[in-house]
């Protein structure tokens, strides 16, 4: 298991930027995909970037993309999400995710076996 903690979260306006920032512990972090998941209120968890373990390669919601930048260091096992050009409807907790399985992608729910405890995101309009 790795340990996840999220930091970042807060209250913007529309239009604004942040930027999510996920510490992990506890293995080999430059061996595991990461991901990052979002969930408002009365909704499911849902997908929000991803990127494998090297950092070649990523991928994004539709609803994000060209907006959010999913990236890692490995050095300092930290993943982040800059969310720039934030909308109302980006109001959610985030939550940084590890995959189950090493060397494995994934943007469903059941690939990510490690969660963090989220952060609050707010969007004012």
């Known amino acids: 298991q790795v340990q996840l903690v999220e930091s970042g979260g807060g209250l913007v306006q529309a239009g604004g930027s942040l930027r999510l920032s996920c510490a992990a512990s506890?293995?080999?972090?430059?061996?595991?995909?990461m991901g990052w998941f979002r969930q408002a209120p009365g909704k499911e968890r849902e997908f929000v970037a991803t990127?494998?373990?090297?950092?070649?390669?990523?991928n994004y919601a539709d609803s994000v993309k060209g907006r959010f930048t999913i990236s890692r260091d490995n050095a300092k096992s930290t993943v982040n999400l800059q969310m720039n050009s934030l909308k109302p409807e980006d109001t959610a907790v985030y939550y940084c995710?590890?995959?189950?399985?090493?060397?494995?992608?994934?943007?469903?729910?059941?690939?990510?076996?490690?969660w963090g405890q989220g952060t609050q995101v707010t969007v004012s309009s």
């Open positions: 995710a590890a995959t189950l399985v090493p060397w494995t992608l994934g943007e469903d729910l059941d690939d990510f076996g490690s």
């Open positions: 506890g293995r080999t972090f430059s061996s595991y995909a």
């Open positions: 990127i494998s373990w090297s950092g070649g390669s990523s």
